[in-house]
T-cell receptor, first 114, second 115 residues
Framework: DAGVTQSPTHLIKTRGQHVTLRCSPI?????VSWYQQVLGQGPQFIFQ???????GRGNFPDRFSARQFPNYSSELNVNALLLGDSALYLC?????????????FGNGTRLTVT | AQKVTQAQTEISVVEKEDVTLDCVYE???????LFWYKQPPSGELVFLIR??????QNEISGRYSWNFQKSTSSFNFTITASQVVDSAVYFC????????????FGGGTRLMVKP
């Protein structure tokens, strides 16, 4: 079975632009979460979606938004990009929303903002 | 507030040495879950173990072992007879009960195993 897949793998954007990152969860997984990992730091939680509804939001500005589609794939959108948004964006999927099954992470999208 | 501290930012060992990665956490919850993840250069976070707060039994899986001590709020990870393939960044993480998929990660420990 395929793992969590993310696209694109790398992206370069300019300050002020908008970006959309995509994630396909493991087949059968209904929950998708997004994390931001700045170089040299641990991942930070951005969003969780389950059954197309937002189930959790981290401490990120409103420039960050996400959505989940009927096939459980997800998009993360970031508006008005800042240099500080440069990071590895990780998507993770799990079976449910509140169970304690482990998260399965994708390889991430590396975003560089110039 | 939840917090996870991995005081060792970088560790270098020679192959076949044993190495312990430290993790200290802070939480006011009585029910919580602790995790270890491995991040190789490819970027993917690989799940290694999950422990709930009521289970303080140490666990061994091959060359990996984990020591959970609630009294000191620590969840340390030991690799026995390290190998070059163990080189990666290792993250300890904490999840509150009913917190969905919101994990609080430590800053990570970069382990370099030299041949």
């Amino acid at each position: 079975d395929a793992g969590v897949t993310q696209s694109p793998t790398h992206l370069i954007k300019t300050r002020g632009q908008h970006v959309t990152l995509r994630c396909s969860p493991i087949s059968g997984h209904k929950s998708v979460s997004w994390y931001q990992q700045v170089l040299g730091q641990g991942p930070q939680f951005i969003f969780q979606y389950y059954e197309k509804e937002e189930r959790g939001r981290g401490n990120f500005p409103d420039r960050f938004s996400a959505r989940q589609f009927p096939n459980y794939s997800s998009e993360l959108n970031v508006n008005a990009l800042l240099l500080g948004d440069s990071a590895l964006y990780l998507c993770a999927s799990s079976l449910g929303s509140t169970n304690v099954s482990p998260l399965h992470f994708g390889n991430g999208t590396r975003l560089t903002v110039t | 507030a939840q917090k996870v501290t991995q005081a060792q930012t970088e560790i270098s060992v020679v192959e076949k040495e044993d190495v312990t990665l430290d993790c200290v956490y802070e939480t006011r919850d009585t029910t919580y879950y602790l995790f270890w993840y491995k991040q190789p250069p490819s970027g993917e976070l690989v799940f290694l173990i999950r422990r709930n707060s009521f289970d303080e039994q140490n666990e061994i899986s091959g060359r990996y072992s984990w020591n959970f001590q609630k009294s000191t709020s620590s969840f340390n990870f030991t690799i026995t007879a390290s190998q070059v393939v163990d080189s990666a960044v290792y993250f300890c993480a904490l999840r509150r009960n009913n917190a969905g998929n919101m994990l609080t990660f430590g800053g990570g420990t970069r382990l370099m195993v030299k041949p």
